[in-house]
């Protein structure tokens, strides 16, 4: 397998390792032939992992390439929750304060390269650490009152490593490098309480009141369980068996916190975080979909040194899409030059990388429902009142704000679009999904992944009724046996 260190600059990289490739980010992430690449191993180097940065691009387009990063996506968002990363580390306190139990001073720093510390005394507690985050280069702050507790844990970068470390650094890449496989750490399962997520101030909720009243009367017909739980009950989550997740799902929101969570402790989840990380992001699913020779409306990566080649492309009107954008927020119609650069330049603002779409008009979207690669409802998505898309949220009515919409038999959805929606939704992995599609002059193309599609009453269920819940909650079930 072919490994590639993966740098801001490569220029400012000392170490030199054989039968590696050390590339830059912005060839990794721009260059078309890292895409195409097979069988590849990725260790992301990067000085920054921060929510959209390049660092966090790098590894979130390997997973979409099929390449194996290091760390994972999922890693990195791990470190910016500290309350996750205490209940993580809660697993290993007992090597935690027997290996600081000889320092004097109130607070203690724990360098960790490739998993390993200059120290020998310290290299089980490193290598603890290094499994659950899979982070290279890693910084650990602890303090002590009644006992040694984390205060804060980050990646670093190379430039914060001091000067006297530098030859241990390049003795444990050597040996991390040169190593066949690669420690993950193993999950645990566990036995059936249902508690169901709900952020009663969300503006999109994925599930009306109705909805999850039902939920609730059918988990009780089948012998389970089922509570609301709010953001404020993540201590709480250990006392269930399984978690559904009815709130928007985002990186930096709570939903992705109680599913690493809920997966860390063996819990059963629908979401999983993986589905989170990868369909809250369309710069992910850009690429996943273009991997997978999955037809889309012309589509571009947009970055600062495209972003006056991509019209041609795409032609007016464009689509702009913000990289974590859901229930049509953040999505953007460029009708002139103009738009296009202003509405460009605010969004690059946010993110390193957006995503620009040809524009394809029509009457509705078909909504797929897939769970665990089984379509379980079809829907007809119609345009809001007088609007490009199925939400307006600048619609003076509350009632013009989403479109009607119309559930079907299955039967009744062409074979073309079931195939589609079944491929796209097995690029994320079992799970609950909701596949949009378009079909445009009889070609059928697919706008988005949703990985926490809504359940309505009235609307998905309409056709199939109860079994749409009781298929659901039997899947939270079967994650359990």
């Known amino acids: 397998m072919n490994k590639y260190v993966v740098v801001n600059q490569i220029e400012k990289w000392n170490f030199s390792i054989e039968n ?33 940065s390049k660092g966090y691009y790098v590894s979130l387009l390997a997973e979409a390439r099929g390449h194996l990063a290091i760390p994972t996506i999922k890693n990195i968002v791990d470190l910016k929750a500290l309350e996750l990363v205490r ?4 697993e290993f306190d007992d090597s935690i304060q027997n290996s600081l139990k000889n320092i004097k001073s109130r607070e203690f720093t724990l360098s960790i390269y490739f998993g390993q510390n200059v120290a020998q005394k310290y290299k089980e507690l490193s290598a603890l650490f290094y499994k659950h985050f899979q982070v290279p280069f890693l910084r650990v702050k602890f303090n002590h009152t009644t006992k040694w507790e984390i205060q804060s844990i980050k990646a670093i970068a190379e430039s914060e490593i001091p000067a006297d470390h530098f030859d241990s650094v390049h003795e444990f890449a050597n040996q991390y490098f040169s190593k066949k ?30 909805a999850l009243k039902k939920f609730i009367e059918i988990a009780e017909k089948m012998n389970i369980y089922a ?11 250990n006392s269930f068996d399984a978690l559904f997740i009815r709130q928007s799902t985002e990186v930096n929101n709570e ?41 889309t409306p012309k589509t571009i990566i947009v970055h600062k040194d495209n972003r006056n080649d991509v019209l041609a492309n795409t032609g007016l009107p464009c689509v702009l899409k ?143 009724g109860d079994s749409v819940y009781t298929q659901i909650l039997t899947a939270l079930k079967n994650r359990l046996d």
């Open 227 to 237: 509570e609301i739980i709010e953001p404020q009950d993540l201590s709480r989550l």
């Open 20 to 52: 590696i490739n050390i590339i830059s980010s912005q060839e990794y992430l721009t260059d078309p032939k890292y895409s195409l690449l097979k069988k590849a191993r990725i260790f992301n180097l990067c000085k920054d992992y921060s929510y959209q």
């Open 181 to 210: 496989r690669y420690d993950t750490p193993k999950l645990t399962k566990s036995d059936f309480d249902l508690a169901i997520l709900v952020n009663p101030n969300d503006p999109a909720p994925p599930s009306n009141p109705k």
């Open 87 to 90: 209940i993580v580390s809660e």
């Open 322 to 464: 913000a990289p974590d954008s859901t229930f049509s927020f953040g999505v953007k119609k460029a009708k002139t030059v103009e738009e296009y650069d202003e509405l460009v330049t605010n969004m690059l603002k946010e993110s390193d990388l957006i995503i620009a779409q040809e524009f394809c008009p029509s009457d509705y979207d078909w909504r797929i429902g897939i769970l665990d690669d089984v379509p379980f409802f079809a829907c007809k998505y119609y345009m809001a009142k007088g609007h490009w898309q199925i939400y307006n949220w600048n619609a003076k009515k509350k009632d013009d704000q989403d479109g009607d919409a119309d559930c079907l038999p299955i039967e009744k959805v062409s074979k073309k679009v079931l195939k589609m929606a079944l491929k796209s939704a097995k690029l994320m992995g079992k799970g609950l999904y909701g596949i949009d599609i378009k079909v445009v002059n009889e070609v059928p193309m697919v706008i988005e992944i949703n990985d926490n599609p809504n359940i309505d009453f009235g609307v998905e269920d309409a056709f199939y």
């Open 255 to 295: 939903a992705y916190a109680f599913a690493r969570k809920a997966q860390q402790d063996g819990i059963a989840i629908i979401d999983y975080p993986d589905a989170i990380l990868k369909c809250c992001n369309k710069v992910y699913m850009a690429e996943a979909l273009n991997n997978a020779n999955i037809a």
